[in-house]
């Protein structure tokens, strides 16, 4: 149990267009999940809380406009990298607490995303 | 800021050695996860430690809380190269799950 699915799992756009990951529980609900970005052997760094029903919450740094994210059931949130440009390349991980757990996530497989 | 240390960056060792790895923050964290990572692919969680002073044993991984909720370590016996990878400390204060992850630990064991 516990499963979070990502699509795509690995996508390569052109600089200036817009690039859309899925994130699924697909055997849980959740009515949070969260955004991470890695760059290359680094750690996750949180981009933003997603919340089901309502507006994501972005960390200090993430500009909302080029990241948007939408919840729109408990089992699915979406995060679209806008006017994609290379510096936007990175590895994307979304993760998803189980409703009713109180500490623990579930990770994505990651998205890997190369604009060029 | 929540912030997590965790030490050290790198490990190379040969197989069969012991090693530690610490978490540490000034910060009161109501629960610590340990995640291992793979090059290509999520965190995969390896265990939650939620009271203070709390060891868990997984086969050849134990885990260890602190008795004041701000440290943990992940002690590997007898290492193979099958442990290695990328390992994580992630703590969760009370606001609504969200992690606050330590710099991670890139672990190599040689054969």
């Known amino acids: 149990g516990a499963v979070v699915s990502q699509h795509p799992s690995w996508v390569i756009c052109k600089s200036g267009t817009s690039v859309k990951i899925e994130c699924r529980s697909l055997d849980f609900q959740a009515t949070t999940m969260f955004w991470y970005r890695q760059f290359p052997k680094q750690s996750l760094m949180l981009m933003a809380t997603s919340n089901e029903g309502s507006k994501a919450t972005y960390e200090q740094g993430v500009e909302k406009d080029k990241f948007l994210i939408n919840h729109a059931s408990l089992t699915l949130s979406t995060l679209t990298v806008t006017s994609a440009h290379p510096e936007d390349s990175s590895f994307y991980i979304c993760?998803?607490?189980?409703?009713?757990?109180?500490?623990?996530?579930?990770f994505g497989p990651g998205t890997r995303l190369t604009v060029t | 800021t929540q912030l997590l240390e965790q030490s050290p960056q790198f490990l190379s060792i040969q197989e069969g050695e012991n090693l530690t790895v610490y978490c540490n923050s000034s910060s009161v964290f109501s629960s610590l996860q340990w995640y291992r990572q793979e090059p290509g692919e999520g965190p995969v969680l390896l265990v939650t430690v939620v009271t203070g002073g709390e060891v868990k044993k997984l086969k050849r991984l134990t885990f260890q809380f602190g008795d004041a909720r701000k440290d943990s370590s992940l002690h590997i016996t007898a290492a193979q190269p099958g442990d290695t990878g990328l390992y994580l400390c992630?703590?969760?204060?009370?606001?609504?799950?969200?992690?606050?992850f330590g710099g991670g630990t890139r672990l190599m064991v040689k054969p």
């Open positions: 992630a703590g969760s204060s009370n606001a609504g799950n969200m992690l606050t």
């Open positions: 993760s998803a607490p189980p409703v009713g757990s109180p500490y623990e996530q579930y």
